[in-house]
């Protein structure tokens, strides 16, 4: 089971830091991907890390503001999120790298979180 927290209400200009927290299996077997669905839009991409920290891939559209980092002895992955923008208000997952035949397949991931609300506004 994967649970994201660290969402909140933040001004423009501001920072996050999420976290995804694995229970009942060792995290460190999986690549992680973090995703974003705004409302009335699509499930999209925002980061994603390989099984031990090595590689790491970013959307266009947060390149440069995010950062996508893990702990394997915590069993978590997190997403530090600056300069954060009104639009980059969506419900925040995380989910498992099961079977992707790239980094944004979405199909290829499973045991999605619950998510996580983020809000930028001012």
């Known amino acids: 089971q994967l649970v994201e927290s660290g969402g909140g209400l933040v001004q423009p200009g501001g920072s996050l830091r999420l976290s995804c927290a694995a229970s009942?299996?060792?995290?460190?077997?999986?690549?992680v991907g973090w995703f974003r669905q705004a409302p009335g839009k699509e499930r999209e991409g925002v980061s994603y890390?390989?099984?031990?920290?090595?590689?790491?891939n970013y959307a266009d559209s947060v390149k440069g503001r995010f950062t996508i980092s893990r702990d394997n002895a915590k069993n978590a992955v997190y997403l530090q999120m600056n300069s954060l923008k009104p639009e980059d208000t969506a419900v925040y997952f995380c989910?498992?790298?099961?079977?992707?035949?790239?980094?944004?397949?979405?199909?290829?991931?499973?045991?999605w979180g619950q998510g996580t609300q983020v809000t930028v506004s001012s």
């Open positions: 009942g299996f060792k995290l460190e077997y999986y690549a």
């Open positions: 890390i390989d099984s031990v920290g090595k590689a790491t």
């Open positions: 989910a498992l790298d099961l079977r992707a035949r790239d980094n944004w397949d979405i199909e290829g991931y499973g045991s």
